[in-house]
């Protein structure tokens, strides 16, 4: 099946500073990427929709000045978590559709000091 | 709106015994259906999916059949291995044009020796 890595797997930073984490569709073009949130044992929150070479959709609540997210290629979608806190430690997680499903990536756990 | 929901966890087993999770939803239209899988500290895998009424989705020994007449699609598998031990997502692919996805709040199976 299709492959989608993210980077980086973990990331620790302290608070204030900007984190960005990188989500790329391995050997298919994806014209939509999701990016999600998990809390500890629980659900996946979709975050925002993002495509392709235009502004992403984000969801009822995410604030978009905090969470910056690009797609600037059919292959690439980065998420920028801006000025970090505490609370914004959780697990991120991307999905890069093509035609017929999405599919995951394996997770960044961010973790703000 | 459409929403997914399905039982709570942890679900403890012994190896070899039956697993059954129940997943419901509510959808406008014809939603498609899909089971994940998400193993500790990774992204999700697709376990299984179907498209239409009475489709049946299986992959490694799991089960699970959209039944309209009920809107569910529960999970089964005859004889569970303390690999399956994992998190359990319920999903449906909201009609919209972007094919996002709505997860159900997730279930933790235990499988013990």
């Known amino acids: 099946g299709a492959v989608v890595s993210q980077h980086p797997s973990r990331v620790i930073c302290k608070s204030g500073t900007s984190v960005k984490i990188e989500c790329r569709s391995l050997?298919?073009?994806?014209?939509?990427m999701f990016w999600y949130r998990q809390f500890p044992k629980q659900s996946l929150m979709l975050m925002a929709t993002?495509?392709?070479?235009?502004?992403?959709?984000?969801e009822q609540g995410v604030e978009k000045d905090k969470f910056l997210i690009n797609h600037a290629s059919l292959t690439l979608s980065t998420l920028t978590v801006t000025s970090a806190h505490p609370e914004d430690s959780s697990f991120y997680i991307c999905?890069?559709?093509?035609?017929?499903?999405?599919?995951f990536g394996p997770g960044t756990r961010l973790t703000v000091l | 709106g459409d929403s997914v929901t399905q039982m709570e966890g942890p679900v403890t087993l012994s190896e070899e015994a039956c697993l059954t999770i129940?997943?419901?939803?509510?959808?406008?239209?014809?939603?498609?259906l899909f089971w994940y899988v998400q193993y500790p500290g990774e992204g999700l895998q697709l376990l299984l999916k179907?498209?239409?009424?009475?489709d049946k989705g299986s992959n490694k020994g799991f089960e699970a059949t959209y039944r309209k007449e009920t809107t569910s699609f529960h999970l089964e598998k005859g004889s569970v291995q303390v690999s399956d031990s994992a998190v359990y997502f319920c999903?449906?692919?909201?009609?919209?044009?972007?094919?996002?996805?709505?997860f159900g709040a997730g279930t933790q199976v235990v499988v013990t020796p």
């Open positions: 999905s890069a559709r093509d035609k017929y499903e999405q599919f």
């Open positions: 050997d298919f073009q994806a014209t939509t």
């Open positions: 993002s495509n392709e070479g235009s502004k992403a959709t984000y």
């Open positions: 129940n997943c419901t939803y509510t959808a406008t239209g014809y939603p498609s």
């Open positions: 179907a498209t239409k009424a009475d």
């Open positions: 999903a449906l692919k909201l009609t919209d044009s972007w094919g996002k996805l709505q």
